[in-house]
């Protein structure tokens, strides 16, 4: 965090200041180590491994929070007869399918509720990163759970939780972590201290942590252990993810990603969502329990948003001139289909994957393959000049003069250079003023959409064709001013928040939404932030004039609420944990929730409260049911849905490893996303055969000095002559045995790519016993690229593509490799290098190795077969 | 009357410049216990004065890539990695052996203590000092140099001839030449933003409360409570540099706490400025050339015996 989120660190620093005890989990020893009480070194991947071995200490030594874990988890509730723990399949749930990878969820459902996981099949889901509109709200449960309230019955989510996490034992932890059983205890014993009524414990991760193809179930596992000790929704608690960029969370809630829109409204699927009732009930679940009953209105209000005046009830607002989804449309199938000539143009906007996304040559190679290409950017970035300058022009791979794609390059405004909102981790809006002009043709975002739209539109006035109807028929008609005609900001932000059709009226919140095509909005989730037609996201009322909670600093989503499930934060009858947790409580004379921050909860409804026989959306919620966004309004432990590749975490070894699963004959992630395709080499792991071609686990991450792909650092001196040079660190034990010297040159070789480095010789990298074997771990900065002031090879060159099921993120944070001195091979000789390493391995182009390294049980007849 | 003089200058030498009324005696107090090497504040100072860059070297002196202070770098991030804490007798012979793998169990478990999270890793933000005597300032011919109301060192840049006698002058090794124009420069204490009221750039960058700016008799009394807390929280190793008066300069107007030796920071351990010994020395001088010329007159005297 020290490294990568120095400004945020200062608040660990405070913290510490204060008495905070701080532990620091990493491969590598970092500036956050140093600043940290105890520091942990752990093998890169295996964090299941090192968080299971806290479940089960908190379980075995019945350390939850029992009260909270009670009455606001789902422990008590029974799951369904035929669920099967990974534990008792060597590492496979039930409902495995092997002929599509993917797993049917129906015998992972609560008990009674074995068909509530709709069709139950999770392929299509994994297709379309169906996971992510899971960051508003949890998958639809219907009707009423059986529980146990004494947590005793074998099938309650408690005892299988208990049993899941059985065999994670300190020494089974030091044995797959390579981490002392000590410092394991000492970090155990931390965290369940910080728990109970009069005290909390948050969870900080950083984005590398999701980057694993078993990255949604890294952050489940923590979030089971913070559900465990009662530390969400109360004040101090949390898991918390530290964004990579200003406005990485208002990219999720309004999206830049394929299969979702606005406030995590999922894309409809062609065949799943024909019309728009299918889509709408989709969502919705009608019967279900919880908020998201009322998706229709919120879906209604972004169509009529969308198309204005042409929107009406009677066409279902436009509804078929969405886009629809038709399989995997992520940004890596999107590279191998440039590669195979099934995408012609493509725009790139504040990203550098040449530089920055897994496998930097197949991203190159797409991107060499198109008709055209439009990059905005602040600087001439690798991604834009790939055909010019590219490690694939010395190979001969690309031929600038025959390269078809034709880049580009429009300059970009910086963030001081344009007015908009950042939305930060805590779901925090907060605006910013333009500073300065943008220099010369560099334009903001905001202007080149709109202009863009406005001119497309031009082109297009008058045609008859249908298919131009969409564009035609769009609301597009911002204010502007200035000599550039710049769009106004702030009327995005009110279209955003919405508005009443007929008055102009800005919504108040999104209760007011309707789904008769009277009101507008273009992110329901945001609907508040400009409420009485003031913005409210530039209130910046200094913290010293207001409580703790600094309420009138910007504005949170939803409704200005500072903390998610804050219900939480009093006891099942209402009142705090303690008063020194005081935070949201039940006001009894006055019927109603008050407290520092906005309740999450229904202000009126009573703790006492249980709904009638029948119920449905938010009535259907008890008075004690916190987790308002949650089907059954519990925090799930055991997740029945929602969650593609395991009800509960389980320690896999990532795509790539040295080593065997310890836990279980399965290896890897068996739902993973795999790409066969010729580019895509993946380098092979026990139980397969010559693993040991590439002996090291490798990973990579930022330094403070430079960001992300280094397009805002190494082309700019001050930070550039920082960390001037790429580099490789290894430990001295590494160094003799591949006979490196410090300074001097190594290059790096995968099944994938061959690149250089200088050597960094540190003790802050230790080699680590594993298993009986000592593994040897390399990292390396992933800022480099070939264009700046600084250059040097890329670091994420040496990725194969590998994702996570639930979310398609990629496994960027590990691999293996081999390391050697010198520098490496060019032109044609560097291909022959890597060739020749393939050939060792026993790698055939267009394959991948098996994800699946166990036999399936048969469950079902007829399903057995094919089980490879 | 010098003495009492001598004495009022390391209380206030600005008033000793000769500054009436003089504001009172700013300072820096890096406190490199909460420093996270972040060089927001190298960044921080480059960007406000306008400072070149001072190449484009990997050092592999671990993090820093500054290497020292210099005319183009006026703050500068020292980063130490320390296998053992400081007082363990063994931390200079052990290196990096005490990891002791791959032999006989897993990091950590091996040796003495706890092994591997014995590990430090510090990190001191540089700058100038600000003496109280200072060398740089007296040696200056041209009186480029200057002491400011606030009690600061500063160079006017359109003043300083390049002579160079300053740079020998520091006991820190922190003023220095720019190659390319001959001039000397060094850290102003971000004397025209402290003029206006404002924070040095790089105190204001600081995300930690690591450099902190203020009235140095306020600054002294904060680190003399940092160092105590951290003595009670088992931080023995705490200690302050630069905050004596009675130091060979007077005391420093940028002082440190510091988690081990001076020298482990490549700062000197006793730092005298060279010029403390002239009047001692012009005093010297003046009695041997009395005596000289006495003895020419006893001479003479005797001749005429």
Same mark, same amino acid.
């Given at each position: ?48 491994? $090192? ?38 399949? /060597? ?17 992972? +459902?609560?008990?009674? *509720? ?17 996971? $992510?509109? *899971? ?8 009707? +009423? ?6 947590? +005793? ?5 408690? @005892? ?65 252990? !913070? ?21 990485? @969370? ?30 709408? /009930? %989709? ?24 198309? =204005? ?53 197949? !991203? ?23 055909? !010019? ?70 082109? $297009? ?55 008769? =095509? ?27 004039? +207001? ?20 219900? %939480? ?142 397009g805002m650092s190494r082309t700019v001196a001050p930070l550039a002559e920082l960390q001037p040079e790429m580099f490789v660190e290894v430990s001295p034990e590494l160094a003799e045995l591949a006979g490196l010297t410090h300074l001097g040159w190594a290059h790096l070789v995968s099944a994938r790519a061959v690149i250089e480095a200088k050597v960094l010789v540190t003790d802050r ?11 040897? @771990?390399?990292? $390396? ?47 044609? %000789? ?39 | ?86 007082? &363990? ?12 793998? #791959? ?14 999270? &014995? ?21 200056? #011919? ?72 203020? #009235? ?62 002239? #009047? ?9 050339a009395l005596a000289m010329a006495a003895g020419a007159v006893v001479a003479f005297l005797g001749g005429k015996r």
């Amino acid at each position: 965090m020290a490294e990568a989120h120095p400004v945020g660190f200062q608040w660990v620093m405070e913290a510490r200041k204060r008495g905070a005890k701080v532990f620091h989990v990493d491969p590598r020893f970092t500036r956050t180590s140093a600043s940290a009480d105890t520091y942990l070194p752990i093998r890169a991947g295996t964090d299941i491994a $090192l968080l299971g071995g806290v479940v089960n200490y908190i379980l075995t030594n019945e350390l939850d929070f029992r009260e909270y874990v009670l009455a606001y988890t789902n422990a008590a509730t029974i799951v369904s007869d035929d669920y099967v723990d990974a534990e008792d399949a /060597d590492g496979l749930f039930s409902g495995f399918d092997p002929a599509t990878g993917a797993y049917v969820q129906d015998s992972w +459902q609560y008990a009674g *509720h074995e068909r509530d996981s709709g069709s139950g099949h999770t392929a299509m889901d994994r297709e379309t990163a169906a996971g $992510l509109r *899971h960051e508003s709200h949890g998958a639809p449960i219907s009707g +009423q759970v059986e529980r146990d309230e004494t947590l +005793q019955h074998p099938r309650c989510v408690y @005892q299988i939780l208990k049993r899941h996490f059985a065999r994670y034992t300190p020494e089974m932890v030091e044995r797959v972590c390579g981490l002392p059983q000590e410092k394991f205890l000492e970090l155990a014993r931390a965290w369940t201290q910080n728990s109970g009524r009069e005290r909390t414990g948050c969870l900080i991760y950083s984005v590398g942590w999701t980057q694993h193809s078993v990255g949604v179930q890294y952050i489940r596992t923590g979030a089971i252990i !913070q559900l465990l000790l009662g530390n969400v929704g109360r004040p101090g608690g949390g898991v918390l993810a530290l964004r990579g960029h200003a406005s990485i @969370q208002g990219s999720t809630d309004i999206p830049t990603l394929f299969n979702l829109l606005p406030g995590y409204l999922p894309m409809p699927h062609h065949a799943q969502h024909p019309t728009f009732d299918d889509w709408v /009930d %989709a969502i919705r679940h009608p019967g279900q329990k919880g908020f998201w009953g009322n998706a229709r209105a919120y879906a209604a209000s972004l169509l009529k948003a969308y198309w =204005g005046d042409a929107a009406t009830p009677d066409n279902d607002f436009c509804y078929d001139y969405l886009p629809r989804l038709t399989g995997d449309h992520g940004t890596y199938q999107q590279v191998l289909d440039m590669i195979d000539g099934k995408i012609r143009g493509y725009f790139l906007l504040g990203q550098n994957p040449a530089v920055g996304s897994a496998h930097g040559r197949a !991203q190159r190679l797409g991107m060499a393959n198109l008709d055209w290409l439009v990059v905005r950017d602040l600087f001439m970035i690798e991604s834009a000049t790939f055909w !010019q300058r590219g490690p694939e022009v010395a190979t001969g791979e690309i031929v600038p003069q025959e390269c078809r794609t034709e880049v580009f390059f429009l300059p970009a405004a910086s963030h001081v250079e344009k007015e908009g909102t950042f939305t930060q981790t805590q779901r925090l809006l907060q605006w910013r003023e333009k500073a300065v002009d943008p220099p010369g043709d560099a334009r903001s975002e905001l202007w080149f959409f709109y202009h863009l739209g406005r001119k497309l539109r031009e082109k $297009l006035a008058g045609s008859p064709l249908p298919r131009d109807r969409a564009l035609l028929d769009l609301a597009w008609d911002y204010p502007t001013h200035g000599p550039h005609a710049e769009p106004d900001a702030e009327a995005v932000l009110r279209e955003i928040n919405g508005y009443d059709v007929a008055t102009g009226r800005p919504l108040a919140s999104f209760a007011e939404a309707r789904d008769d =095509g009277t009101t507008a909005v273009g992110c329901w989730i945001y609907a508040g932030v400009y409420a009485d037609g003031v913005n409210q996201a530039a209130r910046r009322r200094p913290g010293h004039e +207001q409580d703790w909670v600094a309420a009138e600093w910007g504005w949170a989503w939803p409704a200005n609420r500072r903390m998610l499930y804050n219900r %939480a934060s009093a006891d099942p009858q209402g009142r705090p944990w303690s008063e020194r947790k005081r935070y949201v409580w039940w006001d009894e004379a006055a019927g109603r929730w008050t407290g520092h921050d906005v309740p999450d909860f229904e202000v009126t409804k009573a703790p006492s409260y249980r709904p009638p026989e029948g119920a449905s959306g938010p009535a259907a919620l008890a008075g004690d049911d916190p987790f308002v966004m949650q089907s059954d309004g519990k925090g799930w432990l055991f997740a029945p849905s929602g969650v593609l590749d395991g009800p509960l975490p389980t320690h896999y070894e990532p795509a790539e490893s040295p080593v065997r699963n310890s836990f279980y004959g399965q290896q890897g992630n068996p739902t993973r996303k795999t790409y066969r395709h010729p580019v895509n080499s993946i380098n092979p792991s026990p139980p397969q055969e010559h693993s040991q071609v590439f002996p090291y686990v490798f990973t990579v991450s930022r330094l403070t000095e430079h960001h992300t792909a280094g397009g805002m650092s190494r082309t700019v001196a001050p930070l550039a002559e920082l960390q001037p040079e790429m580099f490789v660190e290894v430990s001295p034990e590494l160094a003799e045995l591949a006979g490196l010297t410090h300074l001097g040159w190594a290059h790096l070789v995968s099944a994938r790519a061959v690149i250089e480095a200088k050597v960094l010789v540190t003790d802050r990298l230790v080699p680590l016993r594993v298993d009986g074997r000592v593994i040897h @771990q390399l990292w $390396l900065p992933y800022h480099f690229g070939f264009e700046g002031l600084v250059t040097g090879d890329s670091a994420n060159d040496l990725f194969g593509i590998t994702l996570d099921p639930n979310v398609l993120i990629q496994e960027s944070k590990i691999g293996t490799c081999d390391v050697r001195p010198g520098r490496r091979p060019t032109g044609p %000789a560097l291909l022959e290098l890597v060739d020749d390493y393939r050939t060792r391995a026993g790698i055939v182009a267009g394959s991948v190795p098996s994800a699946l390294t166990v036999d399936v049980p048969v469950e079902r007849p007829g399903e057995a077969e094919g089980d490879r | 009357m010098v003495d009492g003089d001598d004495r009022s200058e390391r209380r206030d030498p600005a008033t000793g410049a000769g500054w009436v009324d003089a504001p009172p005696r700013m300072g820096f107090f890096t406190d490199t216990s909460v420093c996270i090497g972040c060089k927001a504040c190298e960044v921080a100072c480059k960007e406000w004065n306008g400072v070149p860059t001072s190449g484009l070297d990997l050092l592999g002196m671990s993090y820093d890539n500054t290497g020292a202070l210099t005319a183009n770098s006026w703050r500068h991030v020292a980063f130490i990695e320390q296998p053992r804490p400081a007082g &363990d007798p063994e931390a200079s012979s052990a290196g990096s052996q005490f990891l002791g793998m #791959p032999e006989p169990g897993p990091p950590g478990r091996t040796g003495s203590a706890e092994g591997r999270s &014995d590990f430090r890793w510090l990190m001191m933000s540089d700058v100038c000092k600000h003496c109280t005597q200072a060398g740089c300032l007296d040696v200056c #011919p041209t009186g480029a140099l200057f002491r400011t109301e606030f009690g600061t060192v500063v160079v006017q840049e359109d003043i300083c001839n390049g002579c160079g006698y300053c740079v020998s002058a520091c006991p820190y090794g922190v003023i220095d030449r720019r190659v390319d124009d001959g001039r000397v420069w060094k850290c102003t204490l971000c004397y025209d933003r402290i003029g206006a009221g404002l924070t040095p750039a790089c105190a204001q960058a600081c995300p930690t409360e690591s450099i902190q700016y203020g #009235p140095l008799d306020e600054l002294r009394e904060r680190a003399a409570t940092r160092v105590a807390t951290l003595h009670e929280r088992g931080v023995p190793e705490a200690r302050l540099y630069g905050h004596d008066p009675d130091d060979g300069v007077g005391g420093d107007g940028a002082f440190f706490l510091l988690l081990d030796e001076p020298e482990v920071y490549g700062l000197p351990p006793d730092p005298q400025v060279p010029t403390r010994d002239l #009047p001692n020395m012009w005093k010297r001088a003046g009695v041997a050339a009395l005596a000289m010329a006495a003895g020419a007159v006893v001479a003479f005297l005797g001749g005429k015996r």
